[in-house]
């Protein structure tokens, strides 16, 4: 069972594109409706991330399995800017953008794992998932 | 895709659809402050009923149009958060700042009610009252 979406981040359409699909990926995996919401959310925000700095990116959508449960993998990618300070990035409170400061450590929080990586001047990944409650 | 604005007496009542792009809360944030001019509203009301998703543009275009519809003498209540979305928000760390919320358009209407009524400013304009108010000065 690997069903995995590619989806061109581009402009704000995207943004709402990706977020939708993410939506239906979780549905189909059984996920409740309040983590529908928080995945929604978190895809939101990643892709928002990716037409605000790096212009253009990609996001991939995975449906996972292992013997005992299911899930959604995310991954965020793009070759932009990236990011020179990853550890001050993940403190609440902090944004290049002058916007609400919240974005990473807000994400982190509504998904079961968070993981960054991102090089200046090469662009930044951000893999995330969730897995459905039993 | 535009929002939909009624214009209930001395309200604005916008319903937010749940697939809105940022260009399409953007217009909705400068449609409905240049409608409170227009129409001269003394309150809106921002019904998110049917969003599915309150991320941190959307958030900040709430705040947004409750500030500069202040700005225009104008009162802001966002009504219909449903519990998904409060979680969310809440886990993500988003604040509306201290803009009005209510339950459901019910609500709402009945906080405007008690918070566009202006007594002072009435009693000064109506005839009724103006005379009287007068006469006990001359007294």
Redesign the interface.
């Known amino acids: 069972m690997a069903s995995t979406e590619h989806i061109a981040i581009r402009s ?2 995207d ?2 594109l990706a ?2 699909r993410g ?1 239906a990926l979780g549905e189909q995996a059984g996920f409740v ?2 983590d ?3 995945i ?2 978190a895809i ?2 990643l892709a ?1 991330n990716i037409v605000l700095y790096a212009r253009e990116g990609e996001m991939e959508l995975q449906l996972v399995a292992d013997d005992h449960r299911r899930g959604l993998v995310i991954v965020a990618r793009d070759h932009g800017p990236g990011i020179a300070d990853l550890e001050r990035a993940m403190e ?1 409170g902090y944004s290049t953008s002058g ?2 400061g ?2 990473l ?3 982190k ?2 998904m079961d794992s968070f993981d960054i990586v991102s090089h200046p001047g090469q662009g930044t990944r951000v893999h995330i998932s969730k897995w459905r409650r039993s | 895709m535009d929002v939909p604005v009624l214009k209930q007496g001395q309200y604005l009542i916008a319903t937010v659809q749940s ?5 399409d809360l953007a217009q909705l944030r400068r449609s409905l402050v240049e409608q409170v001019g227009r129409f001269r509203s003394r309150g809106v009301i921002v019904d998110v009923t049917a969003v ?6 959307a ?2 275009i709430l705040r947004d149009i409750a500030h500069m519809a202040g700005f225009r003498g104008a009162e802001t209540v966002i009504v219909g958060i449903h ?3 409060a ?2 928000m809440v ?4 604040s509306l700042e201290g803009v009005a919320t209510a339950l459901d358009l019910e609500e709402g209407l009945a906080y405007l009610d008690q918070h566009t009524r202006r007594p002072g400013r009435r009693a000064l304009h109506s005839g009724a009252t103006l005379p009287e108010s007068k006469t006990r000065g001359v007294h």
């Open positions: 704000d359409r943004v709402l977020r939708q939506r409706a309040t529908l919401t928080l929604a959310t939101s925000e928002r609440d916007g609400l919240l974005g450590p807000g994400v929080r509504l | 697939a809105l792009t940022d260009a599915d998703v309150l991320d941190s543009f958030c900040r519990p998904d979305l979680f969310t886990q993500l760390g988003l």
